[in-house]
């Protein structure tokens, strides 16, 4: 369980505390509050590790949670697809680990706040994702910001994160926008603008999710964009 602050507020009586327009939004997307506990869902596309690295084709699956703030994304990266990647947020900790074969350790993030921090930066960005999360996680603090500007924050302490999604012209979640997400530049995390793009929205199992989305990473040196990926399947899971 994602390490919070007691919300107050059951699942059942959430929807009614919600900001009008977090309602509104949640109707859009047709997010449901009384079916599942999670999203899985599968993808494929490319990454890079930076502005001059060559692309890597990747296949991935996913679980989002729709009560807490947890994630679980593992993906196969690299010639013949030999490259392991786990990217997650579980039990309040992020993690980060890639393996060759699975076995052969090609980098671990220690377990810190900022790697949480991270990581919970990417849960709410992801809400596009996991829309039935709007009104099912009470981990999730929300404030409006101006027309088509909604604020999703959560953690507390040096895990506080929060992260800017802006609608677009179909009022669906086309952006979501970090200042400040740490990155590892030669072995050190330093703080960059961090953006991910939503577009090719489809009506699937009665919900409107984004099939693309691209995500970059900004700074002095300008923004590049670092992953692109199709969603394949998803579905509601529990």
Known sequence: MTASMPSGLSPQSRQGELPPALIALADRLGARANFGLTVALSQSGRMRTSADAPWQPFKALQTISLTECAFDWR????????????????????????RALGLVPLAKIAPSAELTRGELIRYLAEIAL???????????????????RLIAGAGFGATTAEVVLTLDGDGRIGEAYAPDRGALVDGVTVPKPWRGVFSDYRHHNGVWLPFFAEVSWGGPEGEWVYWQGDMKTWSRRG
């Open 75 to 98: 993906a196969r990266s690299g010639p013949l697809r030999m490259i392991r990647i786990q990217d997650a947020l579980i039990e309040g900790a992020g993690r980060l680990d890639v």
């Open 130 to 148: 996991a829309p039935d999360a709007i009104l099912r996680n009470p981990d999730i603090r929300w404030r409006v910001e101006g027309s088509g």
